[in-house]
């Protein structure tokens, strides 16, 4: 039967089943569903430069301007950055001990992630309209 | 302060299941911690993809400068093994997707799946250069 004496949870946390991390699935989750769409994203990033091999400054931006190179490269580096940031916080839980240690790092790799991104995307945006 | 044996046993070297040192590493540990390894590699190589779309959208000196950089003897080693990496985390992660479902666990299975990964990112690696070097028509 359900309401065992046993069970500590209330019902409200078996519904939501988050867990004590109260992330529940989340992260495993997130993972799988960035390194999908990784797949064909990285494909066409490797099949651009490939194209754009030996292409000097104006070939390279006028290619980049375009709208659906702009629009996938955007996509490509949403669902990178997001994908290894995810991976890299698994890495620290892994090695890094100390509490204190763990959260810094986590949160540097975050603001990583975000300064990479933030600069990537807003060259994208600079070349798509007309910089 | 204390002589009594139960705090002298607890000093005691504790015996420890069998570890890294001890196995003969089986490929799929290999693979495994090489994913773990790309995986590092391409957080870091964010910055070059960074660097080159940023210089993209500056001057003409930067990006040529940028440009000659990535063309160096270091820089085409370096973009090398980025493209390796990228295509190993590729298929590694793709089998882990397979796995995902409880397809291609059985241990031989597991095994040839590894070597097959292995031999894919290379055999990518080398056709993406060759495709590049097509492009530039230096092939």
């Given amino acids: 039967m359900s309401g065992s004496n046993n069970d500590m949870r209330t019902p409200l946390a078996k519904v939501r089943g988050l867990g004590s991390s109260h992330e529940g699935t989340q992260h495993f989750w997130r993972q799988r569903l960035t390194a999908l769409a990784n797949i064909p994203l990285t494909l066409f990033f490797v099949g651009f430069l490939i194209a754009l091999n030996g292409a000097g400054y104006t070939e390279v931006r006028a290619a980049l301007a375009n709208p659906f190179v702009a629009l996938v490269m955007i996509l490509f580096l949403i669902s990178g950055l997001y994908h290894m940031r995810l991976g890299m916080q698994v890495i620290i839980e892994d090695y890094v001990i100390s509490e204190g240690l763990k959260l810094l790092t986590i949160a540097l790799s975050t603001f990583f992630t975000i300064a990479v991104g933030v600069a990537s995307i807003f060259a994208l945006l600079k070349l798509a309209f007309g910089g | ?139």
């Fill in chain 2, 1 to 139: 302060m204390s002589k009594s044996p139960a705090t002298r046993t607890a000093r005691r070297e504790r015996p420890l299941s069998p570890h890294l040192t001890i196995y003969r590493p089986p490929i799929t540990m290999t693979m495994s911690i090489v994913h773990r390894i790309t995986g590092g590699a391409l957080y870091f190589g964010t910055l070059l993809v960074a660097a080159w779309l940023m210089a993209a959208a500056s001057s003409q000196a930067t990006f040529d400068w940028v440009n000659w950089a990535f063309g160096t003897w270091l820089g085409r080693l370096i973009l090398f093994g980025y493209t390796w990496a990228l295509m190993h985390h590729m298929l590694g992660g793709v089998r882990h997707l397979v796995w995902d479902t409880g397809a291609g666990l059985e241990k031989h299975t597991a095994s040839k799946i590894a070597w097959t990964t292995l031999a894919g990112s290379v055999a990518l690696t080398l056709l993406i250069w060759v495709a590049g070097y097509m492009a530039r028509g230096a092939l």
